[in-house]
């Protein structure tokens, strides 16, 4: 069973949508949770970094963490055509260990 | 103010060439950390490096491959007698001083393509 399991899609929605976007993960010794939003060609940029269950807002992104599933989402409100990328879910165990990376979910929006 | 520099954006080479690829980080920066993503798979860590330090490198595989942060200059990722497996692209992140590495910010990359 891989660390991080995230579907690779593609995920293809109109725009205006709400996105959901998931990863589960197998070692509860996961502490901090990201999202990276990659464009195609590009780095990885971070959008969202929380480390405890619940969700966290920012803008038109809200980051969900349930630990006691080990199951985390990336919802996108609002979707806008710009918003296509490949969604990268990553994890690390403490401060100072490395990113563990799910395959990505590339997501197209639709105009 | 740049972000982290990677050059070169491509690289071709020969099976049994050696591959350079370079990092500079962003401004302030002094942790540098390579990335390698193989078509479709995921980011994996390769080696964490400070000025003249590496701290991880568990990710690196054991031969062929090897990596530096000078004191002066860029990161160095060094590949030697490449095959066609190692063709992929290669990010370098950095992150601050006294800085976790929850918080990455990555070059564009350098994908490298081995004929």
């Known amino acids: 069973q891989k660390e991080v399991e995230q579907d690779p899609g593609p995920l293809s929605v109109p725009e205006g949508a709400i996105v959901s976007l998931n990863c589960t993960y197998s070692?509860?010794?996961?502490?901090?949770f990201m999202w990276y939003r990659q464009y195609s060609r590009k780095g990885p940029e971070l959008l969202m970094y929380?480390?405890?269950?619940g969700n966290k807002e920012d803008g038109r992104f809200t980051a969900q963490v349930d630990k006691s599933s080990k199951y985390i989402s990336l919802f996108i409100r609002d979707s806008q055509p710009s918003d296509s990328a490949t969604y990268l879910c990553?994890?690390?165990?403490?401060?100072?260990?490395?990113?563990?990376f799910g395959k990505g979910t590339r997501l197209s929006v639709i105009a | 103010n740049a972000g982290v520099m990677q050059n070169p954006r491509h690289l071709v080479r020969r099976r049994g060439q050696e591959a350079r690829l370079r990092c500079s980080p962003m401004?302030?920066?002094?942790?540098v950390y390579w990335y390698r993503q193989l078509p479709e798979e995921g980011l994996k860590f390769m080696v964490y490096?400070?000025?003249?330090?590496?701290?991880?490198e568990s990710g690196m595989p054991k031969e062929r491959f090897s990596a530096e942060f000078p004191k002066e200059g860029p990161s160095i990722l060094r590949i030697q007698q490449v095959v066609r497996g190692d063709s992929a692209a290669y990010f370098c992140?950095?992150?601050?001083?006294?800085?976790?590495?929850?918080?990455?910010?990555f070059g564009s990359g350098t994908q490298l393509s081995v004929l």
């Open positions: 992140a950095s992150s601050p001083p006294a800085s976790s590495n929850e918080k990455l910010f």
């Open positions: 070692n509860s010794a996961f502490q901090y």
């Open positions: 929380t480390y405890s269950s």
């Open positions: 990553a994890m690390i165990y403490s401060g100072n260990t490395p990113l563990v």
């Open positions: 401004k302030g920066h002094s942790h």
């Open positions: 490096l400070q000025k003249e330090n590496i701290i991880d």
